[in-house]
């Protein structure tokens, strides 16, 4: 099932670490009709597209690891920053950046460790999208925003230090139009609220399974069940779990209660059988941009909440930034 709304063109810290992928062999010529037949189960997907590229006489790009430091948070925050090739060539270019958000239970690396990078080397390789800069900070279980303790402040973090300390130390354009913001799942969630809480940042936005839940109930929940989701969630909404702050923080109360976004574009995909039942909450979203006017592009796909889920939509959203940062 698809569905398109009218409008809508369906540190100092610690030492650099530098991750380099040297692929020699021979590979498949026609790309996608490989990575199709390479869809296999969640644990091992991303090292199978490893396998899966085709060959490409461009240079490769590469990955750094290192720490942001944060007044905000006490502490320094890891990220991982990755480069096309011709940010080492061309010293004098800048470049457009998307913000790559990690699910609950992953770290700034996940893209790295997972294949991930291996794919978007191929969309380069490929000229599938445009050069560009993709940003993975690492958030714990914060799920981006500020927690209701107050103790961990990740939206304060991320807008007020995260952003201007990464375009202060990459060759990165600095405007609206060139700065994205992506994610899966918890970074979904964090995605979806980060580009309508301040949309004269973000020029696009997209999320895969994005982590929305419209009306959380505490009522019938029993204390067992509440430990529960009090260890999945983190402490980010209350230790108990508080509904009414679930849903102050909720992208559907942002979208709600403020001006209808200018210029931002929105892509959001989910799978029908999701394993938390998001894609009944992406449906919802969807429905609700619709009755707002906010023009946007919404599938439901078959799958669930997995990676090989993720891995199957992940050049739909890249493409879809690339699209944004190269429009006039």
């Given at each position: 099932m698809s569905s398109t709304s009218p409008g809508t063109t369906c540190h100092p810290a610690c030492p650099e670490r530098i991750l380099r992928r040297e692929r020699s062999r021979r590979r498949p010529r026609n790309r996608w009709i490989s990575l199709r037949s390479c869809f296999v189960s969640a644990p091992?997907?991303?090292?199978?597209?490893?396998?899966?590229?085709?060959?490409?006489?461009?240079?490769?790009?590469?990955?750094?690891?290192?720490?942001?430091?944060?007044?905000?948070?006490?502490?320094a925050v890891p990220y991982c920053v990755i480069l096309p090739s011709s940010y080492d060539s061309n010293k004098s270019r800048r470049y457009p950046v998307l913000y790559f958000l990690h699910g609950l239970g992953g770290d700034a690396q996940?893209?790295?460790?997972?294949?991930?990078?291996?794919?978007?080397?191929?969309?380069?390789?490929?000229?599938?999208?445009?050069?560009?800069?993709?940003?993975?900070?690492?958030?714990?279980?914060?799920?981006?925003?500020?927690?209701?303790?107050?103790?961990?402040?990740y939206q304060d973090f991320f807008i007020r230090e995260f952003l201007p300390f990464i375009e202060s130390h990459y060759r990165i354009l600095r405007d609206q139009r060139h700065r994205a913001i992506s994610g899966?799942?918890?970074?979904?969630?964090?995605?979806?609220?980060?580009?309508?809480?301040?949309?004269?940042?973000?020029?696009?936005?997209?999320?895969h399974s994005p982590a929305l839940v419209q009306n959380p109930r505490r009522s019938n929940v029993s204390s067992?069940?509440?430990?529960?989701?009090t260890r999945f969630l983190g402490s980010a909404f209350g230790s108990p779990f508080d509904p009414a702050y679930w849903t102050r923080e909720s992208p559907f109360t942002i979208v709600r209660g403020h001006p209808r976004p200018h210029d931002l574009r929105i892509y959001f995909d989910c799978g029908i059988s999701d394993d938390y039942g998001f894609d009944r909450g992406a449906e919802a979203f969807h429905k609700l941009l619709l009755s707002r006017g906010i023009p946007h592009e919404f599938h439901l796909y078959p799958g669930g909440h997995e990676w090989s889920y993720f891995a199957q939509?992940?050049?739909?959203?890249?493409?879809?930034?690339?699209?944004?940062?190269?429009?006039?």
């Amino acid at each position: 099932m698809s569905s398109t709304s009218p409008g809508t063109t369906c540190h100092p810290a610690c030492p650099e670490r530098i991750l380099r992928r040297e692929r020699s062999r021979r590979r498949p010529r026609n790309r996608w009709i490989s990575l199709r037949s390479c869809f296999v189960s969640a644990p091992i997907i991303f090292l199978v597209l490893a396998f899966c590229a085709a060959p490409s006489a461009r240079a490769q790009g590469r990955a750094e690891c290192r720490e942001a430091p944060s007044k905000i948070l006490g502490h320094a925050v890891p990220y991982c920053v990755i480069l096309p090739s011709s940010y080492d060539s061309n010293k004098s270019r800048r470049y457009p950046v998307l913000y790559f958000l990690h699910g609950l239970g992953g770290d700034a690396q996940f893209l790295i460790n997972s294949g991930g990078l291996d794919m978007i080397e191929d969309l380069w390789q490929h000229r599938q999208i445009a050069d560009f800069l993709i940003v993975t900070p690492s958030a714990g279980r914060s799920f981006y925003i500020d927690s209701r303790d107050g103790r961990v402040r990740y939206q304060d973090f991320f807008i007020r230090e995260f952003l201007p300390f990464i375009e202060s130390h990459y060759r990165i354009l600095r405007d609206q139009r060139h700065r994205a913001i992506s994610g899966i799942s918890m970074g979904g969630y964090g995605a979806l609220r980060f580009a309508f809480l301040y949309p004269d940042l973000f020029g696009s936005v997209s999320a895969h399974s994005p982590a929305l839940v419209q009306n959380p109930r505490r009522s019938n929940v029993s204390s067992g069940q509440e430990i529960t989701i009090t260890r999945f969630l983190g402490s980010a909404f209350g230790s108990p779990f508080d509904p009414a702050y679930w849903t102050r923080e909720s992208p559907f109360t942002i979208v709600r209660g403020h001006p209808r976004p200018h210029d931002l574009r929105i892509y959001f995909d989910c799978g029908i059988s999701d394993d938390y039942g998001f894609d009944r909450g992406a449906e919802a979203f969807h429905k609700l941009l619709l009755s707002r006017g906010i023009p946007h592009e919404f599938h439901l796909y078959p799958g669930g909440h997995e990676w090989s889920y993720f891995a199957q939509h992940l050049p739909a959203s890249f493409e879809f930034h690339s699209r944004a940062f190269t429009s006039k």
